[in-house]
C-alpha cells in the first residue's frame, strides 16, 4: 500500500446514535485526507438491530465479504433494547465480527481531555491516560449463545486459551513499548482474579512468561476487585491494563466513565490483520435522533484507525493524521465545548463543526 492509492473502508452505522455520530467521523476523515496525502473510499454496509428486523439476519453476507475486503472497519453501534433474539438477547454484529475476524485485542484507551469533567477529585490537576486491553473473543464471552439454563440452574462456560493468551499479550507489551517510546510510562498490569480461579492462574502464568520477553517493561499484577477500587482511588497510576474479557467489558465502561463519560471513550478490536474501530458506547436509544450525542468518541476511534493504519502499511503521514485529529479534539474541549451528555448544551453538530473548524 502505498500513499496514493484509496484506502478502501467499510462503514457499518449500525443502529440508534451509531450512524448520527459515523456522520461527522467520515467528514473529520474526509477533512484530513488531502493534507495527510491519504485517499480514503467509503462504503456503507448494514448490520444491527434495524436490519435483523427488516430481514431475519443481524447482517448480510455481504457486509461480511466487503468488511474481507477493507483495509480497515469502522462501525457505529449496533442493537437495539426493543429487539431481540427469540432467546431474548440483544442484536450484537460487532461481537459476531470479534470472533468471525478473530480480533483478540479490545483496546479501549481513557485519556482525560484538559476542560472535560472527571467525577475523581485531582483527576484534572494530575491527569488520566490509561489504556484498556480488554481480550474480545473468549473469556466467559466465549460461552455466548452455548449457555445451558433448566428450571434449576443456568451455566455459563469461560475459556481461556494459550493460543489467544499469548498473542494478545505479544499485543499488550508492544502497546505498552510503544507507548514508553511516546513518553507515557510504557507499564502494564494483568488483571485476573488468579487467586480464586484455576482459569486465571493460568491467565498470569502466561502474563509471566511473556513479561520475561520483555524485561523493558514495568509489569504489575492485581485482582480485578482491588484493581477497581485503585482505579477509582488512583487511575493517574495506570498506563496499560489486560484482561479477560468480561472483566474488560465491565473496567472499560468504567474507565470511560473517568474521562467524562461513554461519549469520549473510542476503541479498537484488533487482530493479526484485519480491525474494526467504534466508540466503546451503545446505541444510546434514550437520545436516538435529538441530535444529542457525542460524536467525540467515535472521532476518536478514526484516529485510532490512522494509527493502526500507519503500522500496519508504514505511513507515518497517516500517524500524523491522527495526531492532528486529537490534537483538534484537545484543543474544541480547551476552548470550551460542552457536550450535552455532560450536562453542556453542545450536541453533535456544534462538537463536530468545532472539530472540523479546528482542523
Ligand atoms: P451497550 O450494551 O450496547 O454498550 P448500553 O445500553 O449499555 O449499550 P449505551 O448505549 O452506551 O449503553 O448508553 C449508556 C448511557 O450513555 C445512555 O444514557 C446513553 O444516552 C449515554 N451515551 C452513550 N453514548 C453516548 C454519546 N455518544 N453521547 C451522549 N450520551 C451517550
Known amino acids: 500500500m502505498s500513499a496514493n492509492d484509496a484506502f478502501h473502508i467499510a462503514v457499518l452505522g449500525g443502529d440508534g446514535i451509531g450512524p448520527e455520530v459515523m456522520a461527522p467521523a467520515l467528514e473529520v476523515l474526509r477533512k484530513v485526507e488531502t493534507k495527510a496525502g491519504l485517499k480514503f473510499r467509503f462504503t456503507d454496509a448494514p448490520a444491527g438491530a434495524n436490519h435483523y428486523r427488516e430481514t431475519g439476519k443481524s447482517m448480510p453476507e455481504s457486509t461480511v465479504r466487503l468488511c474481507e475486503e477493507a483495509d480497515a472497519i469502522l462501525l457505529g453501534a449496533c442493537g437495539l433494547p426493543s429487539v431481540r433474539y427469540p432467546d431474548n438477547t440483544e442484536i450484537m454484529p460487532q461481537v459476531e465480527l470479534r470472533f468471525h475476524f478473530d480480533l483478540y485485542a479490545g483496546v479501549r484507551p481513557a485519556r482525560l481531555i484538559p476542560g472535560v469533567p472527571s467525577p475523581i477529585?485531582?483527576?484534572?490537576?494530575?491527569?488520566?491516560?490509561?489504556?484498556?486491553?480488554r481480550e474480545s473473543t473468549e473469556g466467559l464471552f466465549a460461552s455466548m449463545g452455548k449457555g445451558v439454563v433448566t428450571d434449576s440452574e443456568a451455566r455459563e462456560t469461560l475459556v481461556i486459551t494459550r493460543k489467544t493468551s499469548e498473542r494478545l499479550?505479544?499485543?499488550s507489551f508492544r502497546l505498552a513499548e510503544r507507548r514508553k517510546a511516546r513518553g507515557r510510562p510504557g507499564a502494564l498490569t494483568c488483571v485476573d482474579k488468579a487467586n480464586v480461579f484455576k482459569a486465571f492462574a493460568f491467565f498470569r502464568e502466561m502474563f509471566d512468561d511473556a513479561a520475561k520477553r520483555h524485561p523493558d517493561v514495568k509489569t504489575d499484577r492485581l485482582y480485578v476487585d482491588a484493581c477497581s477500587a485503585l482505579l477509582v482511588k488512583?487511575?493517574?497510576?495506570?498506563?496499560?491494563?489486560?484482561?479477560?474479557?468480561?472483566?474488560?467489558d465491565i473496567l472499560s465502561d468504567m474507565t470511560a466513565g473517568l474521562i467524562g463519560g461513554m461519549g469520549m471513550?473510542?476503541?479498537?478490536?484488533?487482530?493479526?490483520?484485519?480491525a474494526v474501530f467504534q466508540p466503546c458506547h451503545g446505541t444510546a436509544p434514550d437520545i436516538m435522533g435529538q441530535g444529542k450525542a457525542n460524536p467525540t468518541a467515535m472521532i476518536l476511534s478514526t484516529a485510532m484507525m490512522l494509527d493502526w493504519l500507519a503500522d500496519k502499511h508504514g505511513l507515518e503521514g497517516a500517524a500524523e493524521a491522527g495526531e492532528r485529529i486529537e490534537r483538534a479534539v484537545d484543543k474544541v474541549y480547551a476552548d470550551g465545548i460542552k457536550p450535552i451528555?455532560?450536562?453542556g448544551r453542545n450536541g453533535t453538530a456544534d462538537i463536530a463543526k468545532a472539530v472540523l473548524e479546528a482542523l
Open 169 to 171: 499479550f505479544e499485543f
Open 234 to 248: 488512583r487511575p493517574w497510576d495506570f498506563d496499560v491494563m489486560v484482561m479477560e474479557n468480561m472483566f474488560g
Open 265 to 274: 471513550a473510542p476503541s479498537a478490536d484488533i487482530g493479526d490483520r484485519y
Open 121 to 133: 477529585v485531582g483527576a484534572d490537576q494530575r491527569g488520566i491516560d490509561m489504556v484498556v486491553i
Open 341 to 343: 451528555e455532560f450536562g
